[in-house]
């Protein structure tokens, strides 16, 4: 049977787990409802009581949203982070946090690291298995995009080529990102620093001009400027990274000698294997780490799985919550209708059509309630996927996924079955006695 259930694609395997979970709900309404159509008389105890009813329905929607677009959020954020390093193959750094050269590198969050000499970037860009080595320099800002220093050859890697207007050719030439509010042909001045403390150390002498605009990637480099690595350290007042013979030049090789220091090197390969012999090359205690950015954030995931499995109970009990709650609202208006039950069976209904009908509401209103949830959910998860992104600079995008649809699917299996309980206590009533009443 496991080898069978293997066999199906992931599609079959979600559409049969979600069969499964409902069919208990569809056992009970097809053995409650055989040979009876209750449905006029739920109809006119539903419009009889349509306030509660109405309240009832709200209470569901809310408490199935927001287990539905917590979910979705988690898995939306897991595939946006994901995607916000998937350029970065490896990165060579000094030993440390590999946590924070990630959010250093890949989401360009401010933070201070000690920097690579010369020599040690030349044996990493010299190396036979490397095609790309590029060199990365944090610190500067203009406005809220921050300015990296970097090459051409990794900035074209980064936009896969896709490049409105032209490569720079000149230190005094800019890339922006899709989101930074710079057109092709503007100039700005950066500023030493981050946020309201950078605007009182711009760097006056610097006078760039935007000449490309890179495709959007989804990625917090979206709103970075990207400038040649020569600028960024002339305009902190040390050497280019070459000779001065060369002083002109803009891009690798660079001297050794006149090698000011970076914190990062992001090294791409073209095969996999030897990505993983880099890392292990590259990986020398007191003198460079080397890790993989996926497989730091492969970390983060586990303890984001253990909040999902958080969320998931947190959800699963608020829900259990307020299919109790719905549950007593039944009983409660069992105790309202308790005239009209016993005048049904005065007239001859029969006790399992009064089951029917009783259960038939409390089903309805479930149903109703779960599907509102599912479209509050859906709009929780776009706001929440907008809020995100806007904070992040990481585009979080949360469809409805087969993890939501399988927990309302328990949700609705599990009370409908409840509901059989306030369907049967109110046979229990006496018909005399609620006539009377």
């Known amino acids: 049977m496991s080898a069978l259930w293997n066999g199906l694609s992931a599609l079959s395997q979600d559409i049969l787990m979600t069969l499964a979970l409902l069919l208990p709900a569809l056992i009970v309404g097809a053995l409650v409802l055989r040979g009876y159509a209750p449905w006029p008389l739920v109809r006119a105890i539903l419009w009889r009581f349509r306030v509660a009813s109405a309240l009832f329905v709200l209470l569901i929607a809310i408490s199935v949203g927001m287990g539905i677009g917590l979910l979705a959020q988690e898995r939306g954020l897991r ?88 490569m720079w050719q000149s230190e005094h030439e800019a890339l922006v990102g899709a989101l930074v509010p710079l057109a092709i042909g503007e100039e700005f001045t950066p500023a030493h620093g981050h946020g309201d403390a950078a605007e009182e150390h711009a760097h006056d002498g610097a006078h760039l001009e935007v000449v490309g605009r890179l495709a959007a990637s989804g990625t917090p480099w979206d709103r970075a400027i990207l400038l040649p690595v020569e600028a960024i350290w002339e305009v902190h007042g040390v050497s280019n990274g070459h000779a001065p013979e060369r002083a002109d030049q803009i891009g690798p090789p660079f001297d050794p000698a006149y090698f000011p220091g970076t914190p990062a090197i992001v090294v791409r390969s073209e095969a996999l294997w030897a990505n993983y012999a880099l890392r292990s090359e590259f990986t020398r205690d007191r003198e460079t780490m080397a890790f993989f950015p996926g497989a730091v954030l492969a970390q983060l995931y586990r303890v984001l799985g253990d909040i999902r499995q958080i969320m998931s109970l947190m959800a699963l009990v608020t829900q259990g919550l307020v299919a109790s709650a719905v549950l007593l609202g039944l009983f409660i208006l069992s105790r309202l209708l308790h005239r009209q039950i016993a005048l049904l069976r005065a007239l001859g209904a029969t006790a399992r059509f009064v089951f029917a009908v009783i259960w038939s509401f409390g089903a309805a209103l479930l ?32 469809p409805l996924g087969w993890g939501e649809l399988h927990v309302l699917a328990a949700f609705v299996s599990v009370t409908l079955l409840l509901s059989l309980v306030p369907a049967a206590f109110i046979l229990r009533q006496p018909v005399v006695p609620s006539l009377r009443a």
């Open 79 to 166: 595939r946006g982070t994901a995607q916000a390093a998937d350029k970065f193959d490896l990165v060579v750094a000094a030993p440390g946090s590999e946590m924070s050269v990630m959010m250093a590198a890949v989401f360009l969050q401010p933070s201070d690291m000690p920097l690579l000499d010369g020599e040690t970037y030349a044996e990493v860009a010299g190396h036979e298995n490397v095609s790309i080595a590029a060199p990365l320099a944090f610190g500067d800002s203009f406005g809220t995009s921050p300015v990296i220093g970097t090459t051409a050859e990794f900035a074209r890697y980064l936009a896969e080529d896709r490049i409105e207007g032209r």
């Open 367 to 398: 149903l109703a309630g779960s599907a509102l949830g599912l479209l509050t959910g859906v709009a929780a998860a776009s706001v929440l996927s907008k809020v995100v992104t806007a904070r992040t600079d990481v585009l979080v995008t949360a």
